[in-house]
């Protein structure tokens, strides 16, 4: 009985092997994984100089990675082992109550001061600016109470706090508002931005400060129910429903029109529908990450904005839009020019630094606003 049980093993895992091995000669190679945005291995060329070199046998193997059969189904269900068991995380993301994915916030990054003297470093250079900050706490201090038990976080208004101490310019909080509407679904569950809702409180908090009505005649349309965010591929729980993107269309339109010096590319109006059928969806606002971003409109009140940003910006600026003639966007992870050269060539009225604080504090490109001049 002992010896058939073995045979009958031993056949069952070479079927097994011999089986997936057919399977990934059949099944044609992907390009592109969705699930990870990324593309993937091809087959690797084969040389004597890159097999002694070790390049071969290094890219055969990512190749044999990407292009495993079945791949992204073997990684949910190991997520889902990983829930069965009781693990509350997975690749950084705390699985959180009521559906929410909230990211790890383990300290404030090692480029958080550094990021606030470089404002004021701005500041000291640009002082004809009226320059404002507005550094945005992430989904997982709004939604403290949905986190996992004893997961630890660190304190994201010990870091307004310091902020507020330590920037020469004017810091908007939008703590308070984001906390106050925090039963309402202000951040994406399956991704690490804000979303069109909780950017709309911000812009209003913004406004406030700033002295300007803000806008508030808008209808909101669901533009897609089946948008999987950052998050949901990293924490890999398959079984999640996806969440909507909403748009805030103006009662009283306004033309605007983008455009990204140095490429060529335009784009009339605000959005670039054509995301919505891929992965990255959120890159519908204002058409995704670019180096420059200069949005003009038909609003003909002189007013010119420099903004630095991350993506947090993205469904935030089309508030902003109906009060500036101008808005140049700048994204310093990409832009490699004299920040100061362009300000000073556009003769601009004010500037605003938006960001998360998770960004903010590991973002190494915002110091090169100390080394310009």
Not at 278 to 306: C, H, M, P, W
């Amino acid at each position: 009985m002992n010896k058939l049980t073995n045979r009958l093993i031993s056949f069952t895992f070479l079927i097994f092997i011999f089986g997936f091995s057919l399977l990934n000669l059949l099944t044609p190679d992907r390009e592109k994984s969705e699930s990870e945005n990324r593309l993937l291995q091809q087959f690797p060329h084969f040389s004597l100089d890159r097999l002694l070199s070790g390049d071969y046998t290094r890219d055969f193997d990512k190749y044999m990675t990407d292009q495993f059969v079945l791949k992204d189904h073997w990684v949910g269900l190991k997520s889902d082992f990983e829930q069965f068991v009781h693990k509350s995380e997975n690749n950084g993301v705390y699985f959180g109550k009521d559906g929410y994915l909230l990211e790890k916030f383990s300290d404030k990054g090692e480029y958080f001061d550094i990021n606030l003297q470089a404002i004021n470093s701005f500041h000291n250079k640009m002082e004809q600016l009226n320059t404002t900050v507005m550094l945005v706490p992430t989904a997982v201090k709004i939604y403290e109470d949905k986190l996992p038990l004893f997961a630890p976080t660190y304190d994201q208004e010990k870091m307004l706090s310091q902020a507020q101490d330590e920037l020469k310019v004017h810091l908007v909080d939008v703590m308070p508002i984001l906390m106050e509407h925090k039963e309402e679904a202000i951040y994406y569950r399956t991704d690490h931005h804000w979303t069109t809702l909780g950017a709309f409180y911000a812009y209003q908090q913004l406004l406030k400060e700033w002295g300007i009505n803000p806008y508030l005649d808008y209808h909101v349309e669901t533009v897609t129910h089946n948008f999987y965010g950052t998050h949901y591929f990293k924490a890999n729980d398959h079984r999640l429903k996806p969440d909507e993107i909403h748009v805030y269309y103006p009662n009283h339109p306004v033309d605007f029109s983008l455009t990204f010096p140095g490429t060529g590319e335009s784009l009339d109006g605000l959005y670039n529908y054509d995301y919505l059928d891929q992965r990255d969806k959120y890159s519908l606002f204002i058409n995704g990450n670019q180096a420059l971003t200069v949005i003009k409109s038909n609003v003909e009140n002189g007013q010119k904005l420099v903004m630095f940003k991350d993506s947090y910006a993205h469904n935030f600026v089309p508030f902003l839009a109906m009060h500036f003639e101008e808005i140049h966007l700048i994204d310093l992870r990409y832009f490699n020019l004299n920040p100061y050269d362009y300000i000073r060539e556009h003769e601009f009225t004010q500037a605003l630094f938006l960001y998360n604080l998770s960004s903010f504090g590991t973002d190494s490109t915002i110091k090169k606003l100390k080394a310009y001049h």
